[in-house]
């Protein structure tokens, strides 16, 4: 099964905005799936946009 990234609950616009631009450059640099996501969770942090304890990655 392919990691999956799913939220525990419904997120602002600004904060889903922030993960994505945070997981999204991460890959594009070349980082795997675990490294991009915690680059989404660290960009929520640090734009302050709330939420960053929402996301969750599930793999196997």
Do not use: T
């Not at 939220?7 to 795997?32: L, W």
């Amino acid at each position: 099964m392919p990691p999956l990234i799913a939220m525990r609950a419904a997120i602002s616009s600004d904060a889903a905005r922030a993960f994505a631009q945070g997981f999204y450059a991460a890959i594009a640099a070349g980082h795997n799936v675990r490294a991009a996501y915690a680059a989404g969770c660290d960009r929520m942090r640090l734009l302050g946009v709330g939420d960053a304890d929402v996301p969750v990655l599930l793999e196997r």
